[in-house]
């Protein structure tokens, strides 16, 4: 990344107005020497500032090329300068009907793929162990199952309201849960599902990997004397480094995606930064509410190994989350999420989500996941023009959004 003593230009990708918003950032102020140029082609900025150059590249095609952007009057001097430039018309149609894809569906990974350790190649999925992919439903599935169960038209014998025996019976009640099948992996947002069968060099542990066992059975007891019972952390066998969990309801090994290498269509492995924005997503989709408490998931083993993490969550309040970004300090256009986000004590947090009054949806992660969350929201932060890094008492940060393939991007 450039020193802050650098020029910088910075771009942002307005799809309902049909305008690409453009800042640029100064070590000192403008004068003779800032000239700020589209290319011919209108795809490419140049910034010239005493003696400094730096270019980006458009996350869309403008209809200025050629143009050298004027300077304002009330710009003149300052360090900051800004413009708003229309697209050119036939990158609108492409631009305005991209889909947004989760992070490696089941449509996405090949089939008969090997899962493994991104951290050091272990295979925890033998290649012929998984014969088929399957899409979880959403979270609340099973929620609106039961709705339709009590709720719907019915003229026969059985109308009236179905109890909650009976709708479990038929697999979708409330307190229903897809359990794991052997040679099948499911597919969540965040995570794949396994039969424990399918599983190879992992561990099981109540808490860190030194006190784990390979034979994870013998954990079961233990676990359900824990208040409330816990769920297995699940390791690398290799390396140690924390894959997922098991979750006794559903029999399964839950793997992060953002931890584990697979077989897929796509171009690139999703991080956690796409896992997270995912979940916003469905979040505000499922929910309606732009604000969310990102608080440490309990009992992972990085809560015990970290106090600072255990202690705190994130308030995040989103913004725009269908934004497209270039920055000269990043070597492509980049979709993401934009949003407002600030640390507050893990305490407050709990307190804000018991309030009657609440309007953020909880979603928890692991520790080192929320840090590692953290972490990215500051450094986009610093990738703004500084006028718009702050607002409110609150930071904006970007948070990239998986795209498996964008040509529009890259044209």
């Given amino acids: 990344m450039d020193s802050l003593d650098d020029c910088s230009l910075y771009a942002e990708l307005l799809v309902n107005i049909r305008q690409i918003s453009l800042a640029a950032s100064l070590p000192s102020p403008s004068d003779i020497s800032t000239q700020v140029a589209l290319s011919a082609d209108g795809r490419t900025v140049r910034l010239s500032h005493r003696g400094q150059v730096c270019q980006l590249t458009l996350p869309a095609k403008v209809a200025l090329g050629g143009t050298l952007l004027p300077v304002q009057d009330q710009q003149k001097g300052a ?133 784990g066992l390979a034979d994870r059975p013998s954990l079961a007891e233990e676990a359900s004397m824990v208040s409330p019972p816990r769920n297995l952390n699940v390791f690398c066998s290799s390396c140690q480094t924390q894959l997922g969990f098991f979750h006794f309801r559903t029999a399964a090994v839950t793997l992060l995606k953002w931890q584990i290498s697979c077989q897929s269509v796509s171009s690139a492995a999703p991080g956690i930064a796409e896992c997270f924005a995912a979940t916003l997503i469905a979040t505000i989709s499922r929910s309606g509410s732009s604000k969310s408490l990102i608080t440490p998931m309990s009992g992972t083993a990085q809560e015990a190994d970290d106090n600072a993490s255990k202690q705190s969550a994130i308030h995040v309040w989103v913004l725009n989350n269908t934004i497209v970004y270039s920055s000269s300090r990043v070597p492509e256009c980049t979709p993401a999420v934009k949003l407002l986000f600030k640390r507050i004590p893990r305490e407050k947090a709990e307190r804000m989500l018991e309030a009657i009054t609440c309007d953020a949806q909880e979603i928890s992660l692991p520790a080192d996941a929320l840090n590692e969350v953290l972490r990215h929201l500051e450094d986009s932060n610093s990738l703004l023009p500084p006028a718009e890094r702050v607002f409110r008492g609150w930071k904006v940060g970007l948070l990239t959004r998986y795209k498996p393939d964008s040509p529009d991007l890259h044209k």
Avoid at 97 to 107: C, E, G, K, L, V
Avoid at 177 to 190: C, E, S
């Fill in 79 to 211: 360090t900051g300068l800004s413009w708003r430039l229309p697209l050119d018309a036939s990158s609108i149609p492409s631009l305005a009907h991209q889909p947004d894809s989760p992070p490696w569906s089941a449509m996405d990974l090949r089939p008969n793929s090997e899962v493994a350790c991104r951290q050091c190649n272990t295979v925890v999925v033998p290649g012929d162990a998984v014969k088929v992919w399957k899409d979880l439903p959403s979270e609340n599935w099973a929620e609106m199952m039961e709705f339709w169960h009590c709720h719907k038209p019915d003229h026969g014998k059985d109308s009236g309201k179905a109890d909650e025996k009976t709708l479990s019976t038929r697999g979708y009640g409330a307190s229903s849960a897809i359990t794991a099948q052997k040679g099948v992996g499911f597919v969540d947002l965040t995570t794949l599902l396994f039969a424990e069968s399918d599983c190879r060099n992992i561990m099981f542990s109540l808490s860190s990997y030194e006190h």
